[in-house]
């Protein structure tokens, strides 16, 4: 038996496989993960219509007259529906199990070597236990913000109306990428990086980037709405 805590896209993967392969496995907890759910998938439905506003806006000088008034909740209502199921991993447990892998629901904890208990059930696997738990938002010690409401990633993706400012605090890809939406749907927004640099914003990597992913570049002036304070 291998057994996979954690079920990110990486957890899903090697599961399906090695179920696939014949052995036995059993996942646990929520399958998929962070990207299609609160990242990757519905990030690029919002960019998406992000880009689409800011082609639109670009008529008038090109090619005519054009109105177009941002909703925000056509987004939100196509993730919700295609990308998400509202927020179901049904279809994904379904994908699992087929392959003959048995999902447990709850919170996997290790117990010992190969041993995992989730709940008031114990799991020993025969081969190895892959951990694969994923990440959560860090919520930065700034004071007063415990006690003020506040978005995570997760928060954001799932929102369907926009307030008329917010302040991102973090310059990384999932930052960047929800202020350029956000800003193109007339939401004010300020990035806040607590790195120096022009590597700071966009994920801190110089790395070659899709064309559909958003850059350092834009959030230095030239998305309207979006402002990066100077050092």
């Known amino acids: 038996m291998w057994w996979s805590s954690g079920w990110g896209q990486g957890g899903e993967y090697v599961a399906g496989t090695l179920a696939e392969a014949g052995l036995d496995v059993v996942g646990v907890e929520l399958v998929g993960g962070e990207c299609p759910y609160w990242a990757c998938v519905p990030s690029k ?4 219509a992000g880009n689409l506003l800011a082609e639109a806006g670009r ?37 699992f199990t087929a392959k003959g892998g048995r999902l447990v629901r709850g919170t996997g904890r290790l117990a010992g070597p190969r041993r995992v208990t989730v709940g008031d059930r114990t799991f020993e696997a025969r081969r190895g236990v892959v951990p694969a ?11 007063g913000l415990e006690g003020t409401p506040y978005w995570t990633d997760r928060d954001a993706m799932a929102a369907k109306e926009l307030p008329a400012s917010m302040v991102v605090l973090g310059g990384g890809a999932i930052g960047v990428e929800l202020a350029e939406v956000f800003a193109r749907f007339t939401c004010a927004v300020t990035v806040i990086e607590g790195r120096a640099g022009p590597a700071a914003v966009a994920g801190g990597a110089r790395r070659s980037r899709p064309p559909w992913e958003p850059s350092a570049e834009p959030h230095r002036g030239r998305v309207e709405g979006v402002t990066v304070p100077r050092r």
């Open 133 to 143: 738990t994923g990440a959560r938002p860090r919520i930065p010690a700034v004071p």
């Open 59 to 95: 008529i008038p000088a090109l090619a005519g007259e054009a109105v177009v008034t941002p909703d925000r909740t056509r987004v939100a209502g196509r993730i919700r529906d295609e990308a998400t199921d509202d927020w179901n991993d049904q279809v994904a447990a379904d994908r």
């Open 45 to 48: 439905m919002m960019t998406r």
